[in-house]
C-alpha cells in the first residue's frame, strides 16, 4: 500500500507536499483505475487545510497538451467549499480551458475511480457509477502519465499537521474501456498469482 503524506507547520519552508507518476507518457485510449482512501480529517493536528488529493493523468504541451483530473478536496479549495470531487478534462490550461462535474459530497474512505478514453470520449467513474463525461475537443491529444498528488492549496494557519492519501492498487489497460467489476477481477487474478507489478504498456502499443 502507497501513502501519500502532505505535511506542514502552517509555512512554506516546512511544508512537504506528496507527488508520484509514472516515468513514461505512453497511455492515451484504455481504462486508468485505482483503489484510493480519501481522507477528510489530518492523521495529525487541526483540520480545516485545503488539501488536494488527486488522480490523474497529463502530457503534452501547446496544441497537444492533455490532463484528466480527478481532485478531492474535503476542505475545499479557491474559494469553493467542500467536501467536494472535481472531475476535469482539460484542453489548455494557461487560458483555463476545460470542462469539469463538482460532486459536493464526503469520500472519506475507500473507492474505485476510473477514468476511460475510447473513441475521443473521457468517462469518469466512481465506484461504477459515472459521474461525467467530455468529448470533442475535450479528449486526450497526445500520451499521458499516470500520477497521484497529495498537495496544499494554500496555508491558512499555523501548526504541526499531516494528511494522508493511500494507494491500495493502480491498473492501467490501453486495449480496452473496461468496467468496475471487470478491474476488481483482473486486479484480484493479478495479486492472487503473486503479481505485484508488471508493465507491458509500450509492446502493446
Given amino acids: ?23 513514461s507518457s505512453e497511455s492515451r485510449d484504455g481504462t486508468y483505475a485505482a483503489r484510493i482512501r ?13 488539501v488536494n488529493q488527486t488522480f490523474y493523468t497529463i502530457g503534452g504541451s501547446a496544441t497537444k497538451y492533455s490532463e484528466l483530473d480527478n481532485e478531492y478536496m474535503p476542505n475545499g479549495g479557491w474559494g469553493r467549499p467542500g467536501p467536494k ?26 473507492h474505485t475511480m476510473m477514468i476511460t478514453v475510447e473513441d475521443d470520449v473521457v468517462t469518469y467513474r466512481m465506484d461504477g ?8 475537443k475535450y479528449a486526450p491529444r497526445s500520451g499521458m502519465s499516470v500520477n497521484f498528488n497529495h498537495w496544499f492549496v494554500d496555508l ?21 474501456s473496461l468496467s468496475v467489476k471487470e478491474v476488481r477481477s483482473a486486479v484480484g487474478g493479478f495479486t492472487g498469482e503473486g503479481m505485484n507489478y508488471f508493465d507491458t504498456v509500450r509492446e502493446s502499443r
Fill in 1 to 23: 500500500m502507497l501513502n501519500l503524506r502532505a505535511s506542514t507547520d502552517g509555512t512554506k519552508p516546512g511544508t512537504k507536499q506528496a507527488s508520484l507518476g509514472t516515468r
Fill in 38 to 50: 480519501f481522507s477528510d480529517d489530518p492523521a495529525k493536528g487541526e483540520r480545516g487545510d485545503h
Fill in 85 to 110: 470531487l472535481d472531475t476535469v478534462t482539460w484542453y489548455d490550461h494557461e487560458s483555463n480551458d476545460r470542462v469539469y462535474r463538482t460532486a459536493g459530497k464526503s469520500l472519506d474512505g475507500w
Fill in 129 to 136: 457509477e459515472k459521474l461525467f463525461s467530455s468529448d470533442g
Fill in 156 to 176: 491558512p494557519f499555523k501548526g504541526d499537521r499531516a494528511w494522508d492519501m493511500k494507494v491500495d492498487w493502480l491498473c492501467y489497460n490501453a486495449n480496452a
